[in-house]
């Protein structure tokens, strides 16, 4: 069973055999779901049209992007410090 992914905000949600009826996160009246309603996807399936780059922001500093842009865009830094 796959594991649904919200395309508004990228939340990844528990296996089940069908998406979720709705994604809590984008029910918040400050979030939003688009006009044509909720969707949904899986890993597999982004990794069809997606990937993830990784980039020197920085000395000890390194970001992480979906390529192209996903859901509302946010990204990870890594720090990188002298105790790991």
């Known amino acids: 069973m796959p594991n649904y992914i919200c395309m508004t905000c990228g939340v990844q949600y528990a296996e089940s055999a069908t998406p979720p009826a709705h994604c809590p996160i984008c029910a918040d009246e400050?979030?939003?779901?688009k006009a044509s309603g909720q969707q949904w996807?899986?890993?597999?399936?982004?990794?069809?049209?997606?990937?993830?780059e990784i980039r020197t922001v920085e000395p000890n500093l390194t970001g992480i992007a979906t390529v192209p842009g996903f859901t509302i865009g946010q990204r990870?830094?890594?720090?990188?410090t002298p105790n790991g």
Do not use: A, F, M
């Open 30 to 33: 400050r979030q939003y779901v």
């Open 41 to 52: 996807t899986t890993l597999d399936d982004l990794r069809k049209r997606y990937h993830n």
């Open 76 to 80: 990870p830094l890594l720090i990188q």
